[in-house]
T-cell receptor, first 112, second 113 residues
Framework: QKEVEQDPGPLSVPEGAIVSLNCTYS??????FMWYRQYSRKGPELLMY????GNKEDGRFTAQVDKSSKYISLFIRDSQPSDSATYLC????????????FGKGTKLSVKP | DTGVSQDPRHKITKRGQNVTFRCDPI?????LYWYRQTLGQGPEFLTY????????KSRLLSDRFSAERPKGSFSTLEIQRTEQGDSAMYLC???????????FGSGTRLTVV
C-alpha cells in the first residue's frame, strides 16, 4: 500500500468553480503535509504546507488536514484557467527532511 | 537566474550507455535532493545531500546509479548501463536545512531506446 493515495483524475471544471482535491495517508507517525503544483514539462512548485490538523489559507487556496480520518484536502476558490496543472500532495517521511512521499497527482483542467 | 538549474533538459540514449545529469541548486541552499518521476506518477525520492555528504539513499537507487556533490555546490547523477526502465524525468530540488521550501528544477527527461 502506497503511503499517500491520490485520485489521478482527470478533473475538469468550469472557470470560477470551487475545486476540491483530496489525498489519504496511511501512516500517522508524522504530521507535515505539502501541496505542490506541477505544470506540464516543469518541476513541482510548493503551494502550501501544513502541520498536524486544521486549515491553512493562502489567497484562493485552503489546505486542510483531518488527522482522525487521515485525509488531506486542497480547496481552490474562483478557479482560473491558469490553475490547470497537476496537483501533488506529499508528506514528510519519518523525521528526515530529505524524503517526501508524493501521491500520484490529480490532473486539473479549468475550462474558460 | 536564482532557481534550480538542471542540464540537459532532454537526453536520449541507447540501452547500455552511461549518462550523467547535472544539477545546480540555489546557491545558499545546503540540501540537495534527487527524485525520479515517471508518467502518471508522483516524484519518488532517490537520494539527498547536506553540503557534500550523502545522507540518505532510497532502495530505488540501484548500484547502477551514483550521485555526487563534491564541493557541496552542484551535484551529478550518473546512471551506468542504462535500461529502458530508467526512462523517466529526473528532478533535482534544493532547500535550506530546517525549512520546508523545497525548490525543484525543471528536470532532465531521459529516454532510453
Amino acid at each position: 500500500q502506497k503511503e499517500v493515495e491520490q485520485d489521478p483524475g482527470p478533473l475538469s471544471v468550469p472557470e470560477g468553480a470551487i475545486v476540491s482535491l483530496n489525498c489519504t495517508y496511511s501512516n500517522s507517525a508524522f504530521q507535515y503535509f505539502m501541496w505542490y503544483r506541477q505544470y506540464s514539462r516543469k518541476g513541482p512548485e510548493l503551494l502550501m504546507y501544513t502541520y498536524s490538523s486544521g486549515n491553512k489559507e493562502d489567497g484562493r487556496f485552503t489546505a486542510q488536514v483531518d488527522k482522525s480520518s487521515k485525509y488531506i484536502s486542497l480547496f481552490i476558490r474562483d478557479s482560473q484557467p491558469s490553475d490547470s496543472a497537476t496537483y501533488l500532495c506529499a508528506r514528510l517521511y519519518g523525521g528526515s527532511q530529505g524524503n517526501l512521499i508524493f501521491g500520484k497527482g490529480t490532473k486539473l483542467s479549468v475550462k474558460p | 537566474d536564482t532557481g534550480v538549474s538542471q542540464d540537459p533538459r532532454h537526453k536520449i540514449t541507447k540501452r547500455g550507455q552511461n549518462v550523467t545529469f547535472r544539477c545546480d541548486p540555489i546557491s545558499e541552499h545546503n540540501r540537495l535532493y534527487w527524485y525520479r518521476q515517471t508518467l502518471g506518477q508522483g516524484p519518488e525520492f532517490l537520494t539527498y545531500f547536506q553540503n557534500e555528504a550523502q545522507l540518505e539513499k532510497s532502495r530505488l537507487l540501484s548500484d547502477r546509479f551514483s550521485a555526487e556533490r563534491p564541493k557541496g555546490s552542484f551535484s551529478t547523477l550518473e546512471i551506468q548501463r542504462t535500461e529502458q526502465g530508467d526512462s523517466a524525468m529526473y528532478l533535482c530540488a534544493s532547500s535550506l536545512a530546517g525549512s520546508w521550501g523545497y525548490t525543484f528544477g525543471s528536470g532532465t527527461r531521459l529516454t532510453v531506446v
